[in-house]
Each structure stands twice: as structure tokens, then as C-alpha cells.
């Protein structure tokens, strides 16, 4: 069973993370960029020469790994699943370096033995050269099977309100059948995303692609349909997760637009089902 007292406040990772131009141009592929080789506009993000660094890196820079896995922390982790993530850029991400990451958990909430728990953390992606804060990440995970320890049941943070209209903006990605393979490569490596007996365990036909990676892909649309595949531009970005995707299917992405903010949300085309939800990007 949780014990929530010993678990907020905790630093259940602190480490040195240094990455290579190579560790950069695996990430943006693991998202779709360069799938068309004669879009020059994506080559910055897979090409060395003048390469940059995506915004969303800032997700697997510094990961603590699959920390929940740890029997210290008394969680199913068969039965985990990413409820909402958010990033913020502080300083644009160096192509290569080495960072400091340190994830600390915020709050658990209690939701019942019949709907699982809330697990909060924040990691700072720090510059190890001078400390420079690059990058602050709020995740929320919710843990299906470890409802009912008498914790706290709130409040939870509050959603963002997406327009009902039309949306301004729909952009269709596909992505990869091998594309939770290839994703597992930046650091992420619960095997939920690869063995499909874990799958099946953990209530899925097939394995799912991370909730990281699907939010990587609708950074993307954001990127190409309002930065003008100019990353640097995305300051943050903020979004609950409503369903799974499956590698191999397409993400619709859905936009609104609003001074320098995009609300979205993001769908399975194949299945019409919403997968992401309550999305808010921060534009310069």
C-alpha cells in the first residue's frame, strides 16, 4: 500500500546526464521529424550541421527512468499510466551537453480503491557548466491499482478549457509501427511499450506508445503548423492524456488559436478516439 507521507517531498532521482548530437538526432526521429527527407524546414532537427535541439527533449533529458517499478514505492506498476505532462522552457536546450535532473514528488492523491491514485512529481533539467535552470517538467501519473490508502483526495489541478468551435488548425501525423521501440532508445524503457504480454497484463491488445511520445508528436504539428518549424518559439506546453495510441496509427492534432497561446487536443484518426486532451502551448 502507498504511504503517501513518505513519498512527498521525496527526490527519487538525482542525476548527471550528458547527451550527444547523436542522443539529439535520435530523439526528434523517434518523433516523425525527417520523414520527409526534402523538408529542409525539419533538417535542423536531424542534421548535425546546425542542428537544434526540440523543446519536448526536455521530457527525456535527466529522466529518472521507469522509477515506479522500484518495489520502495508499492505501486502496481502493470497497471500505471501517465495522466498529464507539462514543460516549460526557461533557456533553449543546448544540442549537446551535460545537465543535472532532479525529480521530486509533489503530492499523491488518493482517488479510492475502485479508481487507483494521483503520483505528482517535477524534474529541473539544470545546466551542470552553471547550474542555469534550462527546463522545469510536471508529470502526473496515475496508479490504477493502488486506490484507498486514507491519503488526501484533493483538490487536483485544474484543466484547461479547450474551445468548442471549429477548430483553426488540424494537423495529421503518422507515425511508426516500431515507433515505441525506437522511442524506448531516449530513456523511457517500461517494457509496456515493447513486450505484449505485459500489454495484455496491463489491459491492452497490443503494446502503446509513451504518453511522452504521443505528446512529442503533437508538439510537432504544433511546431510545423504555427512556429513555422521554428522550435525555439514553444515556450511550454500542457496536457492531460485520455487514451492510449498505438504506434502505427495517425495523430490528428486540433488547434485553436489565441493571441500567442494554441489550445489542442490530439486523436487516433483509425480508431476516433481522443488519446490527448486539455492542451494549452505557450507561443513567442
Known amino acids: ?53 526540440l523543446p519536448c527533449m526536455s521530457l527525456v533529458l535527466g529522466y529518472p ?57 517535477t524534474k529541473e533539467v539544470r545546466n551542470k557548466q552553471d547550474g542555469t535552470l534550462l527546463a522545469s517538467v510536471k508529470s502526473a501519473t496515475v496508479a490504477r491499482g493502488d486506490g484507498g490508502f486514507n491519503g488526501p483526495t484533493g483538490p487536483r489541478p485544474a484543466a484547461i478549457e479547450v474551445p468548442t468551435r471549429v477548430p483553426d488548425l488540424v494537423c495529421d501525423l503518422p507515425s511508426l509501427p516500431q515507433q515505441a521501440l525506437l522511442y524506448r532508445l531516449c530513456g523511457d524503457m517500461n517494457p509496456l511499450h515493447a513486450d505484449p504480454a505485459v500489454a495484455l497484463k496491463g489491459g491492452f491488445e497490443r503494446p502503446i506508445l509513451h504518453g511522452r511520445a504521443t505528446m512529442g508528436i503533437a508538439h510537432h504539428a504544433i511546431i510545423k503548423t504555427c512556429c513555422d518549424y521554428r522550435a525555439s ?17 495517425t495523430l490528428r492534432t486540433s488547434i485553436w488559436r489565441d493571441g500567442n497561446k494554441a489550445f489542442f487536443t490530439a486523436a487516433s484518426v483509425e480508431r476516433g478516439v481522443m488519446v490527448l486532451n486539455n492542451g494549452l502551448a505557450i507561443i513567442e
Open 1 to 53: 500500500m502507498i504511504d503517501y507521507k513518505l513519498l512527498v517531498g521525496m527526490i527519487i532521482d538525482e542525476r548527471e546526464a550528458p547527451y550527444r548530437i547523436e542522443d539529439t538526432l535520435l530523439y526528434a526521429l523517434s518523433l516523425g521529424f525527417g520523414a520527409d527527407p526534402t523538408d529542409v524546414n525539419q533538417l535542423r532537427y536531424v542534421y548535425e550541421d546546425g542542428l537544434e535541439a
Open 65 to 121: 527512468g521507469f522509477w515506479l517499478k522500484n518495489p520502495t514505492y508499492q505501486v502496481d506498476w502493470t497497471k500505471v499510466l501517465h495522466a498529464e505532462e507539462a514543460f516549460e522552457i526557461h533557456v533553449p536546450l543546448p544540442s549537446a551537453g551535460t545537465v543535472i535532473g532532479k525529480t521530486v514528488i509533489t503530492d499523491v492523491i488518493d482517488r479510492g480503491a475502485d479508481k487507483g491514485a494521483f503520483i505528482y512529481s
Open 233 to 249: 518559439r514553444l515556450k511550454s506546453m500542457r496536457l492531460r492524456f485520455s487514451a492510449p495510441f498505438f504506434p502505427g496509427e
